[in-house]
């Protein structure tokens, strides 16, 4: 895997406006500033105590009043959105109105079924490349089970999913704490493994089933003068066009895990697995180094796992929290921007697709039974 050490500089820098510089929002600025050939031009950030750590981040950016003052700097060449989920549909409108730039778009995609006909509307639309953003996919042990799946399993039959980590951390204005400004869990966290789900198996979901709830998280807290409502746990199992079935098992008060993520995918000819760990900020220095994230592949005839350790650059760990992926992201949406790819690898369908499994999971949770695709709205 390619690190931001051996990256050559392009012909012409590429200048990104920003749309929401909280957490993550941060670490795609952190990540960006890794890139050769990029910079921060404009950020439009709301929350004073956000705007003063993203100044020191991107030194050099100005700090918009407005998304219409964002989007009148001429000098920009594309765009990030990474406000709160409920606001990336009306942003995007607004963007679509003014002053169409590529974008990346952070997941969720949308929050709602009330949002799709706005989300159709702007697929069919817009006149440059929207990419949304699933950085699991470019996490570098998941990346590399992809690329080893079909030869290690001779064609994936059952894919599982685990993720055991923290709770959420808290936000600007706490509006992740609330399933109307989320999508629900399973929307907001989730949509990258239903992402991932669709891309390892090659196929749509036609059902799902699933039973999770709010067991301890948050439950002591008031915001808005509410207790909040997010889920904190729960079983996914996802049955796609083609046979093949997948589940997702989540837990958000199980940070002690030495691994975050655990895949494994199977099939006739054997079993893969990708181990990712968590974020290196949050593993106790009195344990030692961090987990490095590994590939094991076991095959069936002859038995005998195989374990590849993926190390990732120190830089790009300490960079963000997604294991790498946020650098690895923004290097294939950059070949975009510059005209080297001719589509994003991960389009607006792909983010349709992905809520709506989330929506068919709380759905299946909330009412006790299975849902079927075609009756999430589409």
Avoid at 167 to 190: A, I, M, Y
Avoid at 296 to 304: A, E, L
Avoid at 354 to 378: F, H, I, K, P, W
Wanted: with cysteine.
């Amino acid at each position: 895997m390619t690190t931001h050490t051996l990256c050559q500089p392009r012909t012409r820098t590429i200048t990104y406006g920003i749309i929401g510089c909280g957490m993550m929002g941060q670490e795609h600025l952190r990540n960006i500033a890794l890139l050769p050939g990029t910079a921060i031009g404009t950020i439009f950030e709301p929350d004073a105590g956000m705007r003063a750590r993203a100044a020191r981040i991107a030194q050099k950016a100005r700090f918009a009043d407005s998304i219409e003052d964002l989007l009148g700097d001429e000098d920009l060449d594309c765009l990030l959105i990474a406000s709160p989920n409920f606001r990336h549909v009306e942003q995007l409108q607004a963007i679509a109105a003014r002053r169409p730039l590529p974008v990346l778009v952070e997941k969720p995609l949308f929050t709602s079924p009330e949002d799709l006909a706005a989300v159709d509307a702007l697929a069919a639309t817009y006149p440059a490349p929207v990419w949304v953003a699933m950085e699991y996919r470019y996490m570098p042990p998941v990346a590399r089970m992809l690329q080893m799946a079909e030869a290690a399993t001779g064609g994936i039959r059952m894919l599982t999913i685990r993720e055991h980590r923290f709770p959420f951390l808290q936000k600007v204005g706490d509006w992740n704490r609330f399933n109307r400004f989320t999508g629900g869990t399973f929307v907001e966290k989730c949509c990258h493994f239903f992402d991932l789900m669709r891309l390892a198996i090659g196929s749509d979901p036609v059902r799902v089933m699933a039973m999770g709830g709010q067991a301890l998280n948050h439950l002591d807290e008031t915001h808005l003068d509410e207790v909040p409502d997010i889920f904190d746990h729960g079983y996914v199992t996802v049955e796609f066009a083609n046979g093949v079935r997948a589940m997702l098992e989540l837990c958000m008060f199980a940070e002690g895990a030495r691994y975050q993520e655990e895949i494994t995918a199977i099939g006739p000819k054997g079993k893969i697995e990708a181990l990712v760990p968590g974020p290196t900020r949050f593993w106790p220095r009195e344990l030692g180094q961090p987990p490095v994230a590994q590939v094991v592949v076991s095959p069936r005839h002859p038995k005998g796992p195989q374990v590849h350790e993926i190390p990732v650059d120190p830089a790009l760990l300490d960079a963000g929290d997604h294991n790498g992926s946020t650098f690895y992201q923004h290097q294939r949406f950059l070949e975009l921007v510059r005209g080297e790819r001719a589509a994003p690898e991960v389009s607006v369908e792909d983010g349709k697709w992905a809520v709506r499994m989330g929506l068919a999971a709380q759905q299946s949770m909330t009412e006790r039974r299975m849902v079927e695709l075609d009756a999430v709205a589409v």
